[in-house]
């Protein structure tokens, strides 16, 4: 079965940080571009940050250049994204995306930035 399980998400104070991983089953995720898109309630979708696969050239939104991280390890199929000096405006629904010539999507971590 094709997977996607995203983790790490939770609750953290402004300043804090976290890191979320997102482990493929079921496929070989090198093969893949990988990114990580969040939703906040009432908003679009956003690409937070892209990993290509064949370079691994990496790309960032504006609002989270220089305090985010994509990153991959491929002898564990999993990709991370270190999320630093988080804000109250990073709250979202954070999903975990592979795209080659087929889409998979995860289910999704929340991840809540308040004082």
């Known amino acids: 079965e094709v997977q996607l399980v995203e983790s790490g998400g939770g609750m953290v104070q402004p300043g804090g940080s976290l890191r979320l991983s997102c482990a493929a089953s079921?496929?070989?995720?090198?093969?893949?571009?990988m990114s990580w898109v969040r939703q906040a309630p009432g908003k679009e979708r956003e690409l937070v940050a892209y990993i290509a696969q064949v370079t691994g050239t990496t790309n960032y939104a504006g609002s989270v250049k220089g305090r985010f991280t994509i990153s991959r390890d491929d002898a564990k199929n999993t990709v991370y994204l270190q999320m630093n000096s988080l804000k109250p405006e990073d709250t979202a629904v954070y999903y975990c995306?592979?795209?080659?010539?087929?889409?998979?999507w995860g289910q999704g971590t929340q991840v809540t930035v308040s004082s």
């Open positions: 995306n592979a795209l080659l010539i087929q889409e998979y």
């Open positions: 079921g496929f070989t995720l090198n093969f893949y571009d």
